[in-house]
Structures are given as C-alpha cells and as structure tokens.
Nanobody, 126 residues
C-alpha cells in the first residue's frame, strides 16, 4: 500500500521560507513522477511543482517560478519543496502526489496522479 506523508508546513511571515518534505512508503518510488499541489479555501487544487522520475525534468507554476524548488532523493524515497520569498497568496494546504504513467516527464495535471498525501498547512502572514 502506497503512503505519502508530508511534513514541514507551518506559519511563516511574508518573505520567509519553508521546506516541505514528502516521505513515501510502499511501491517503487523511483518509478513515480512526483508533484506538489496546493489548495486554498474556495479554490481549485493546483500543481505548483512537479518532477520526473530521475529528477532531470521539472515543472513550476508561473506563480511560484523562481521562488520554489522541487527536488527528489530516490534512495531516501523523498521529494522536497523548498519555498522561498513566501507571499500571503501562497497560503494553502499543500499536497504531495505520485503517479506512474508511461511517459516520464514532470506532469502538472491533477488527473495524472494516483496517490496523494493528507496535506500540510502552509500559512503566510502579511
């Protein structure tokens, strides 16, 4: 059974940084592409960053490009999201997701992901 567990969320002031981590168990981590999504109250869940199996291909939403960095460690079965220069608009529940589709690239479509974590709250105060 695949499990994804996020950690690292919290309350931070605008301009600050947080590092989210997602630990995976079950399944074969290196065979999954991974993504970080977020959902703010009243809004759709959106992909903020994604990474392919090897880590050589990444995707960033325009709203976070240049501020967030996704990385993965296949040996440790973890995927991280370093978030810098945080803004109040970044406030949301952040979810880690994993997918096993055939084509290996950083995917931003929610429908491509099969496994989801429970989410971790990130709150950025102004």
């Amino acid at each position: 059974q695949v499990q994804l567990v996020e950690s690292g969320g919290g309350l931070v002031q605008a301009g600050g940084s947080l590092r989210l981590s997602c630990a995976a168990s079950g399944g074969t981590f290196s065979s999954w592409f991974m993504g970080w999504f977020r959902q703010a109250p009243g809004k759709e869940r959106e992909c903020v960053a994604a990474i392919n199996r090897s880590g050589g291909n990444t995707y960033y939403a325009d709203s976070v490009n240049g501020r967030f960095t996704i990385s993965r460690d296949n040996a440790k079965k973890t995927v991280n999201l370093q978030m810098n220069s945080l803004k109040p608009d970044d406030t949301a529940v952040y979810y880690c997701a994993a997918g096993s589709g055939f084509l290996d690239y950083a995917r931003s479509r929610r429908a491509d992901y099969e496994y989801w974590g429970q989410g971790t709250q990130v709150t950025v105060s102004s």
